[in-house]
């Protein structure tokens, strides 16, 4: 088993994503970016589309047909970059039980 | 756009002046909803898109109509009317191979046979615990013998309910066929009903897959795979019978080998109790006595005696039509829908008019590529797929279709979907009301920005005709498929959508013929031409697609299962069938990403004289670094040239795409060989390629091959080079003018190097 674990070590590809979600990512938030963004698809984070193109709130897929997907309400985005950052913070506290820095 | 109070479909999706057309729609309880016939000419809502414009056509559909909600009720199933021959005594046996797939999901009826006002009769049946169990039902009370031991999923056994009409004996038994080192035995239960009163005798039909609830609606489906039951009017004790069945007269036998192709189960036991299938259930899929020695179920089709049943399969909705309308005999050709609506509700139902029958309205045919709408209807992509966001390098984006969708899984599967038993999905159909098939629906894979895909991006081609008022008539692949060659003859351009990933035989017969006559041919997108399908020559509005061998896919097909049951056919990718897309359009699907799309870069042989008329006023030397569909004109997926492939030796590769980044990455079929470097920032193969050759009967092909290529086109309403550098493709490809080949150049240029 060789997935790779997020460590402080890797802050500085923090930084790029924060900067730039669009990329093009380097090899290294590349790597950071593949380990978040295989979760399964129970819990896994999506948008849900308030306003097409304008405006979208933060969600969480269920893994089963016929369950509605999860809405978290306290995350509005018209902005969908600041989707990215705020989901790529969630992920990273997630994944290493720190906080990224603002 | 509806959330679901309003659905519909129609009963084609192309249709000719003066047809008549039905719309079977439903509408949640409430006021009474409207219709209107529009033209759809830019569907794309993006804030930088040309603007939505779908326009309302002066036609009178009737209405407005009362609401009147609908349901689709999934799953397949098998029905055999009741007959005298089925009128055979108490004293019966019922036997049959199964291979469950979710045995402890609920209760899961095999074959049934029940009144469907009192429901007495019996159902042989994995119980909701998953164990085989036999049930009788005699005036309202229920006896059931339950063998209480757990089925294996993916197993093969030999089960069996049995009735013994002096005893009253009911019999459940299972024993294993799988040979193999895990230890499984047989289970065996029973139990006694009310002697002397009807269990197998009872006015109803015979089911499988499905308890007969009562005369539309089915319940208690089974997933997983059934092999040629039969019945005898005889009770075992133990040994569960086989056929011949020494002193039994056989009731019925029915062999799923026969007729592969139909809806149809065969009785072989001189009855004639033949049955029908119901939402079509998978066939020419192995039974138990597939060895490995047969793959291809017309060869030897005793290896493919069973039928894959799903609790999710749908072929047709079945509703009745809401209204029926008739198109005006004056109505020109083009991409039309209804759209019904209430209130701020409404649903879209694309359609395809075509010039009259045997007219030619244009110079131009744009080939509305259905049969790819058809693979990705009602996709579950961004539900189901976690995956989507990594190839996508964004967040998955859901739109209020997608919440409709996820709560209401009845709306059927596609190519890239699983049934719910973990089984690939080998039928996609169009009789059903289709979220994505609508204008305006944002996608999941059409890049960063406008994010269209199918048809939605396909009307930046129809606006893009629209805006600079060329004159075009409207073909579907299906039209395509049932007419051939003729409906497209004498059109001097033949225009592809953005991505006519699907493709019959008939329909590239046609095709080639197209070409061999002299044919011009745009292809304006990318992984075009790609699999081969299959049409139902019976049933409408269905296609078969088994991705055999390799190629980009949401599932393998089961070992043994590359044939479609639909014809025979060796269905998967063209180029494991010996025709290349690069034959027909001289580039081939390369690489595929959905993030950021890149620009092309013009080579040496845009130079060359041949071209000039392609790039006519245009200077830049980067083509296409803007655009709605990732921010390029070279994106999502990427075809290349390859004269290995079939790329013709004197076509031109004009520009090439660079730039891609490493969610980038090469098709499956090239990499034969794991290695490094396959994403896009190191891999060779990662690119498109801008091609122009001529055929020797005068006639020439422009391929872009890129996705993307049409957002650059609709990118700042149409005003750009990619937009001219396309007219100016069109425009010489409208002329009269043969195009003549060169001379045969030396075996050099296009060759695309092995990424590995």
Known sequence: MSRYRISRADLPFAREFLENPRGPASHGLQRVLNRMRTDVAGGKYVLVVREPHRRWVLARLTGRRGAPVELIPEHEFDDLLEAERTVFRLRWKALTGEALAP | MSAGDLLGYLDRWSAFPGDTLACHASCAPGAPYRAELVRIIQGDTHPDAPGYRVERIDVDLGGPFAACQRRIEPGSLALVDDAPAMRAGDTFSVVASIWPTTPGSGRQVLLSRREPATGDGFSLLIDANGALAAEATIDGETVTASTRHVLRAHRWYRVGLSHDAKTGRLCAAFDPLDRGPEVSEGGRAAAVTAIGRPVFDVAAPLTMACRDHDESEY?????GRLHNPFIIDAAFDDAIPVLPAHGARVIAAWDFSIDIPSQRIVDTSGNALHGRLVNLPTRGVTGPDWDGTCHAWPHDASHYGAIHFHGDDLYDAGWPASFR?????????????????RDDDQFTMPFCVRAPRGER????????????????ANNRIGLDVPETELVCGRLTELTAEDLFMQAHPELGLCFYDLHADGSGVYYSSRRRPVMDFQPGFVGKLGGIGSNVWQFNADTHLTGWFDHLAVPYDVVTDEDLHREGAGCIEGYRVLVTGTHPEYTSAAMR???DAYMEGGGRLMYLGGNGFYWRIAFHDDLPGVIECRKS????RAFAPGPGEYYASFTGEYTGLWRRNGRPPNTLVGVGMAAQGFDASAPYVRTDASRDPRAAFIFDGIDAEVIGDFGLSGGGAAGIELDAADISLGTPRHALVLATSTGHGDVYLVTPEDMLDPVPGLGGSEAEGVRADVVFFETPAGGAVFSVGSIAWAGSMAFNNYDNEVSRLTANVLRRFLDDVPFTPPPPPPDTSVRRESPG
């Open chain 2, 361 to 376: 309205t244009a110079d131009v045919v744009f080939l509305l590529p259905t049969a790819s709408y058809m693979a990705y």
């Open chain 2, 219 to 223: 319940r208690e489906h089974y997933d």
């Open chain 2, 549 to 552: 061998e390799d190629g980009i």
């Open chain 2, 509 to 511: 017969d046609a095709l």
């Open chain 2, 325 to 341: 309308f008739t198109l005006p005999d004056d109505l020109p050709s083009g991409v039309y829908a209804v759209r019904i609506e």
